[in-house]
């Protein structure tokens, strides 16, 4: 079985992914600090309780956008589950797409992966909209590939400066408002249009302005776990893909055993 790890600015991820189904998933808040052997803990309490052993795992890959975490996965993957870990884009784990920007060894593990996946299950030109700590918009061309895009801050990280700048702001959920109103009679219901609905309008706006310049049929794909949130109140997703990221290790790690 093997253990796919997104390891991002937030959260790692863990999934189990048996014949390209992801059996289970855990997540856990991103700590550069985290030792493998609090992962282990970690990660044994969970296999028991879907009824496994460390020993059903027979393979790890790692994505990671942040460089001082993968050496303690590494060590989680060696010292626990006694496998040499893959670790996406590099050697046997080479994406084996285009990266077609000015310098592609900085394109994100993540933005990557979810290029290789959502061109591994759509065809034609997409948009892939990746909502994180920042919320990503990545072109993907007919070929599969990586044509680059944009990074915006995440809804998360722009409430956060709003009230950390903010004295007299309070803290609220995301959360889509109660009324299609972009009036706000409380300071509560001001945030939330903010928001919310400042957050849509930035969305369908730069999605309208890439589709513009791509100049084809584009489809619009969503990952993140806040894309069924703003799903509710616009048009432009054609497809939410809740674990592109995962399925885009569990693809490359496919690649991988068949060879270049």
């Known amino acids: 079985m093997l253990l796919a790890i997104d390891a991002g600015n937030t959260n790692v991820v863990f999934a189990l992914v048996e014949d390209g189904v992801i ?5 856990i808040a991103t700590d550069p600090r985290r030792t493998g052997d609090e992962y282990a803990v970690w990660l044994s309490q969970l296999l028991e309780l879907e009824g496994l052993e460390r020993a059903d795992v027979t393979a790890v890959i790692i994505g990671t956008v942040v460089p001082r975490a993968l050496h303690n996965l590494e060590v989680l993957a060696s010292k626990y589950f006694g496998v040499e870990p893959l670790v996406a884009g590099q050697g046997g784990a080479d994406y084996g797409i285009v990266l077609d920007v000015a310098d592609p060894a900085t394109v994100g593990a993540d933005r990557a992966l979810n290029a290789l996946a959502a061109h591994a299950l759509y065809e034609g030109d997409l948009i892939v909209i990746d909502f994180g700590t920042a919320t990503t918009f990545d072109v993907v ?11 915006a801050p995440g809804i998360n990280l722009s409430l956060d400066a709003l009230v950390s700048a903010a004295a007299k702001l309070p803290r609220i959920a995301i959360e ?44 619009v794909i ?18 939410i893909e809740g674990d592109l990221t995962i399925q885009g290790l569990a693809m490359l790690y496919a690649r991988s055993l068949s060879g270049p």
């Open 222 to 239: 969503a990952t993140g776990g806040l894309a069924t949130l703003f799903d509710q109140h616009t048009e432009i997703f054609d497809a």
């Open 23 to 27: 059996r289970a998933r855990w997540r």
């Open 141 to 151: 061309d007919y070929s599969g590939a990586y044509q680059g895009g944009i990074i």
């Open 176 to 219: 889509a408002p109660d009324s299609e109103s972009v009036i706000g009679r409380t300071t509560q219901d001001m945030m939330h249009i903010g928001i919310y609905w400042g957050y849509v309008a930035m969305m369908e706006g730069l999605v309208e302005r890439m589709k513009a310049e791509i100049g084809r049929p584009v489809s």
